[in-house]
Nanobody, 114 residues
């Protein structure tokens, strides 16, 4: 079955960086659009960034210029490099794969605090 496993979350000070990874299995990774979402306490889940099977990327306005999404099809992994982190980036970050069907990972917590 399809599995998406996120890693790389943690506690970081404002202005710091983290790199999230999402390792996929049980699917033909290269044909899927991969996305990162996040959900802060008391808020709706929101789309952060996406990368298509062809490598085109898109970002939420709130993270443009700070976050970079990338994929390594040889490793079946999508990454989210997060720089200049702010307290408002604190959330559980979820990996998502979509191509007709939709799959979600279990999430990884990112906390930005001094």
């Amino acid at each position: 079955q399809v599995q998406l496993v996120e890693s790389g979350g943690g506690l970081v000070q404002p202005g710091g960086s983290l790199r999230l990874s999402c390792a996929a299995s049980g699917m033909i990774f290269s044909i899927y659009t991969m996305r990162w979402y996040r959900q802060a306490p008391g808020k709706q889940r929101e789309l952060v960034a996406g990368v298509t099977s062809g490598g085109s990327t898109s970002y939420a306005d709130s993270v443009k210029g700070r976050f970079t999404i990338s994929r390594d099809d040889a490793k079946n992994t999508v990454y989210l490099q997060m720089n200049s982190l702010k307290p408002e980036d604190t959330a559980v970050y979820y990996c998502n794969a979509v191509r007709g069907l939709l799959y979600w990972g279990q999430g990884t917590q990112v906390t930005v605090s001094s």
